[in-house]
């Protein structure tokens, strides 16, 4: 893919229909071929998460409608249709205040972890109506320009919380009695969540990506150890990269909390990306990992009361020091609120000029 050097003229867009008063860039290439070079570690222009990419989470999975997150080609109120079953028929609450789900605590569905041997029911996913959800969104709301993302939003150690409550739930990886219960539960939640990735790559051919959630978290520190993760979680995530990137799809790590210390699980589970929380150190962990891994660098805040001429400063700054082409990293969308319009077009500019296209 042959991209031309910077042009200024990348900068004079139209105006942006979502933000009055805020020109769109006119990328030398779509955003799928944009972002896709980065993935491909060969950027064009600094990625910001989440803006330049394309949600897709389909009704047709019973999660995103009880998680109260549905993106795609029909609309979806969240506060009149959010919440209900899940595809294990958990029953999950719509919290307005927080705009999204949870699993209301207290009543858990499994006491111990090898009753899912029992008490478990299967999803039937060749029922659900891939057909229809294919029609709605091919070719209109995952158009091929796009860099596509599917969301999946329960992992393997948020689901074992949906079944357990997240007290039992961590004593369950620790308990030696239930230890091989969990591992048999992961391994067979891996097979099924194959199926379903199979299903959306043979339906909507124009997912590029997979972006999957298993928080591991607190505001201070890691739930667990990091040689617990690899045992008891990795060797089972390393099977859904492995299988999504021998289809050429790329694998997007969403995972909340202070994970520094698990950041060489999170390699060895097959990631291509992971985007920290705030909570942590972006830079050490871009000093540390970002040859092997793609990290979303949260920057330092702009000062108070910032001039135009401080912001593209600041931008210009971030851009020198993680627009690297032989080291790239992406723009966080836990630090969206920075990007102000002088800072987001420096540091375009900045990062096509770094980038050596």
């Known amino acids: 893919m042959a991209i031309p050097k910077f042009d200024p003229k990348e900068l ?23 972002i896709k070079a980065l993935y491909d570690r ?33 609309p979806f109120d969240a506060a009149t249709e959010g919440g209900g079953p899940d595809m294990f028929g958990i029953e999950w609450e719509y919290i307005p205040v ?30 659900w109506d891939w057909e229809g959800s294919a029609k709605l969104n091919n070719g209109t709301f995952l158009s091929p320009d796009n860099f596509n993302v ?22 369950a990886l620790y308990d030696e009695d239930q230890k091989e219960a969990v591992k048999a539960l992961f391994d067979k939640l891996t097979d099924l969540y194959i199926r379903i990735f199979e299903k959306y ?30 045992e008891m979680i990795v060797p089972y995530m390393k099977r859904v990269t492995d299988y999504l990137h021998s289809k050429g799809k790329y694998c997007i790590l969403h995972s909340c909390g202070q994970l520094l210390k698990q950041v060489p699980n999170i390699i060895a589970a097959g990631w291509d ?45 971030f851009a020198n ?16 609120s920075i990007l102000t319009p002088a800072y987001r077009e420096e540091l375009y500019k900045q990062s096509r000029i770094n980038y050596g296209v």
């Open 150 to 171: 599917a969301w999946f939003q329960t992992g393997w150690y948020e689901r074992l919380i949906s079944f357990m409550d997240f007290e039992a739930a961590i004593m």
């Open 321 to 336: 020091k993680f627009c690297n082409p032989d080291k790239p990293s992406f723009f966080n969308f836990y630090s969206a």
């Open 201 to 230: 790559i043979t339906y909507f051919p124009d997912v590029h990506a997979f972006f999957i959630h298993d928080d591991w978290g607190s505001q201070k520190e890691t739930f667990f150890s990091p040689a617990l993760a690899e």
């Open 273 to 317: 990306a992971w985007g920290p929380q705030l909570m942590n150190d972006s830079y050490k962990i871009y000093e540390l990992y970002g040859d092997k891994l793609l990290i979303g660098i949260n920057p330092d805040p702009l000062p108070e009361g910032a001039t135009e001429e401080e912001q593209r400063a600041a931008a210009r700054e």
């Open 42 to 74: 060969k950027p064009v222009w600094q990625v910001l998460d989440s803006m330049d990419n394309r949600i897709f989470t389909p009704r047709i999975l019973p999660d995103n409608v009880a998680r109260a997150f549905v993106i795609e080609g029909a």
């Open 98 to 127: 927080a705009t999204g789900s949870m699993v209301r605590p207290g009543k858990p569905f499994l006491e111990e972890a090898d009753e899912w041997y029992d008490k478990l029911v299967w999803p039937d996913i060749d029922a």
């Open 12 to 34: 004079d867009g139209p105006e942006s229909p979502f933000m009055p008063g805020v020109k769109m860039i006119n990328y030398p290439v779509s955003p799928y071929e944009g």
